[in-house]
């Protein structure tokens, strides 16, 4: 076999899900070259995924759609795939596949798509059957390709960082100072615990085990951040600005993760930093943290708005999770 390419756009969480996929498919198929697409807002967490040879970028910014549209479709004739593999199942990944006029175009059967009319686009449908987590559901996928599946690989190179080393030389000598990560923001609104709530958490930390708090943001999360250094009695400080690759380098420093169910979490997961996830309108058990030793506090059972970006009752799921329920969780995590 020539080439494969593996399409998930994004985002930054779901992208991790799937580098299992790409790391059981380059064990499985050794010189075989394994290409991505991939939305260019997540292209730089591809450049630290060293088993994927060449990132193909859909300039979902920079380009309107009939130009990302004949870029890409002139990109991807000129690879020559045998397999695409649509991880994502949605109507626009699946379309990117078939451009890429690869002889087999795999995705899953109707049921497990995002979206069902993407199943029009495939050559080729598997069924993953009953999955827990939603990596063992993408690697059902290279399953069906004849790759070894018995174990979760996450793929992902450690950089260094200069934003790093400017959270550990506030403390002293680099490396001497534990200190938790803590991250507030998400996406979707109804993901975000309440920023006192942090800052309290970061109080208790400070208090009960001697550790120090990094808040970390991204794009437009900077005043939430703020808002829980400030609710946090000195306990807690605002990092840097950071890239994709100084967040990877800090989680990997951290001796704990706390968020919710977003990028960073599962960054920290995928480099096997603990975590204690905080989860209300998704479920933990399909995207949490896939180590049997982290921890989930969750409210998904009791939400009222399962898999939605916003909610719009008058009091939000996550709201019910109180800071001695996450205090709780990080005692059975790291020990009293």
């Known amino acids: 076999m020539r080439a494969i390419l593996i399409v998930r756009l994004g985002a930054m969480g779901d992208i991790v899900h799937a580098l299992p996929v790409a790391a ?3 064990d499985r198929f050794p010189d075989t070259r394994i290409d991505w697409v991939v939305d260019e807002r997540h292209r730089a967490l591809l450049e630290l995924v060293p088993v994927v040879d060449r990132r193909i970028v859909l300039r979902t910014r920079s380009a309107s759609l009939r130009h990302r549209v004949m870029d890409l479709r002139r990109t991807l004739i000129r690879e020559s795939y045998d397999i695409a593999i649509d991880v994502q199942g949605l109507l626009k990944s699946a379309v990117v596949a078939r451009l890429s006029g690869a002889r087999r175009v795999l995705g899953f059967t109707a049921p497990y798509l995002r979206e069902r009319a993407a199943r029009i686009f495939y050559t080729e449908t598997h069924d993953p059957g009953a999955t827990a987590h939603v990596i063992e559901k993408n690697l059902t996928l290279a399953a069906s390709l004849g ?3 018995s174990g979760i690989r996450v793929p992902l190179r450690v950089p260094a960082s200069a934003a790093l080393d400017a959270v550990l030389q506030r403390h002293g000598a680099a490396g001497n100072t534990p200190f938790v990560v803590l991250n507030p923001g998400a996406a979707w609104p ?3 615990w309440p920023p006192d709530r942090f800052g309290a958490v970061a109080q208790w930390l400070r208090r009960a085990h001697g550790l120090r708090s990094v808040v970390t943001w991204g794009p437009g999360d900077e005043t939430m951040a703020a808002a ?3 609710g946090s009695a000195g306990a807690a400080e605002l990092a840097p600005a950071t890239s994709i690759a100084d967040l990877v380098a800090i989680v ?4 704990l993760v706390v968020s919710g ?3 960073p979490a599962h960054l920290a997961a995928a480099v096997g930093t603990p975590v204690v996830g905080i989860y209300g309108p998704t479920d933990a058990a399909r995207n ?13 059972t009791a939400c009222g708005c399962h898999h939605k970006r ?6 939000w799921c996550l709201e019910g999770i109180s800071v001695d329920d996450v205090v709780a969780a990080i005692t059975r995590r790291i020990g009293t």
């Open 24 to 26: 059981a498919l380059r």
């Open 190 to 192: 109804n993901k975000r």
């Open 147 to 149: 790759a070894d599946v």
């Open 261 to 263: 169910d977003t990028g």
């Open 310 to 315: 916003s909610c719009r009752l008058a009091r």
């Open 228 to 230: 829980v250094v400030a």
């Open 288 to 300: 949490g943290p896939w180590s049997a030793d982290d921890v989930t506090v969750s409210r998904f």
């Open 252 to 255: 990997r420093e951290a001796a």
